[in-house]
């Protein structure tokens, strides 16, 4: 089940008559796209992209303190009370909020002007179909976080108590086994060095032997000991998680276990992964901030061209060209304790070559650039484009 379903509360001291013709009026006001309307039946809360409690009337707290204790069994613990501000509404829901937070739980009263609580509608959906969407997810670990890692771990308990995410440990050996037996594809009719173009069916074939991967492990995503692969197979990730990110696998560098929590709550939201990047110059005078690395996902860029992994020189790096405009970057720590999240604009692509090969230039408040010198959850964060903080804070909370 999904979309928008609204549940009732009403006192039976009211006419019920004039109360349908108002109710009605207020919710296709507030919902013209259209909801379910289940009434007072809640046995199927909580199995929907939304479910709003509509206070109807006064007089109506009784009902859901009677309601409740089904309610918890179902591991509801945040409600959405919806309320017109018509026949004590309003007061009902504020007595009921206030006996959620007394009891430990949560919940938040919708109410203000009609394009206030529609656009909060909205907002809360896209928000609860995105942990819907997290919830369940297994992420695989391939390898192990890279050793320069030092302070992105994550907590295996805390990702799956509050994102319902389980993190899947796979042996590094199990990838290298499938690219052995894993066949590769020539290199695309498109302008690149000849070393490129020779590194090209190996990358791929890192690819393909990624991809069985995530089908047999049944990963909704990954991040992987990339950096071991330049030892073992002389070829670079970069173009396998460019590629798996362009088809809405969120994908690592690194083992960096937080970024790719980040990259999964990012592409829930979104419908992309994000760039996944680490800040190569701050100007916290300005707020100016050069991001780069050498894997972007294809589905976020105008355009791109194939070159070496920029550290190694070997294999398949991308430089992608990104459009100019707002941005959102972001980052959680690996408890999720912690997160990170600015808007700002991107202001141009550059191209440097002692530099990771997609390379943009964003600019935040100096007071938000201050943070990456001053308390950063780790060296990579993910940009993504438009402005999402308000989803991504209402995720985390």
Not at 40 to 69: C, N, Q, W
Not at 144 to 152: E, G, N, T, V
Not at 357 to 368: A, D, G, M
Request: aromatic content about 8%.
């Amino acid at each position: 089940m999904n979309g928008i379903s609204i549940f009732t509360l009403t006192s039976s001291l009211h006419d019920e008559t004039s109360l349908k013709r108002i109710s009605d009026e207020f919710l296709r006001s507030v919902l013209p796209d259209g909801f379910d309307f289940r009434g007072a039946d809640l046995s199927t809360f909580g199995e929907h992209d939304l479910d709003l409690i509509f206070v109807r009337t006064g007089g109506s707290e009784g009902l859901f303190k009677a309601v409740l204790p089904t309610l918890l069994e179902k591991g509801i613990r945040r409600f959405h009370l919806l309320t017109s501000g018509k026949s004590n509404s309003l007061a009902a829901s504020m007595e009921i909020l206030s006996y959620l937070n007394k009891s430990g739980l949560s919940g938040e009263i919708i109410h203000g002007s009609v394009a206030y609580v529609s656009s909060r509608i909205k907002a809360l959906a896209s928000v609860e179909a995105a942990k819907k969407k997290l919830c369940g997810m297994r992420l695989g670990v391939i390898g192990k976080p890279s050793d320069w890692l030092i302070a992105s771990d994550a907590d295996a308990g805390s990702v799956k108590e509050k994102l319902g995410i389980e993190l899947l440990d796979i042996p590094m050996q199990v990838l290298l086994d499938r690219y052995e037996t894993t066949s590769g594809e020539q290199a695309p009719d498109l302008p690149m060095a000849t070393d490129v173009r020779a590194s090209f069916p190996g990358a791929s074939k890192i690819y393909y032997a990624l991809k069985s991967i995530v089908a047999d492990y049944r990963l909704g995503g990954l991040t992987i000991r990339c950096f071991d692969l330049l030892t073992s197979v002389h070829n670079t990730g970069c173009l396998a998680l460019s590629r798996l990110n362009s088809e809405g696998i969120p994908s690592g560098c690194e083992g960096d276990i937080p970024a790719l929590l980040s990259m999964a709550i990012t592409n829930s939201v979104t419908g992309v992964s994000g760039f996944q990047a680490n800040p190569s110059r701050i100007d916290v005078e300005t707020g100016e901030i050069l991001f780069a690395h050498c894997t972007i996902p294809f589905n976020m860029v105008s355009s791109y061209a194939f070159d070496t992994h920029f550290e190694s020189g070997i294999g398949v790096g991308i430089r992608g060209h990104f459009e100019e405009g707002p941005v959102t970057v972001f980052k959680v720590s690996g408890d999720l304790k912690r997160s990170f999240v600015a808007e700002g604009t991107l202001l141009r692509n550059q191209d440097e070559p002692d530099l990771c090969r997609t390379q943009v230039v964003l600019r935040l408040t100096p007071e938000e650039a201050r943070y990456f010198l001053t308390n950063p959850i780790g060296n990579h964060h993910i940009i993504m484009p438009g402005h999402h903080a308000a989803v991504l804070k209402e995720i985390l909370q």
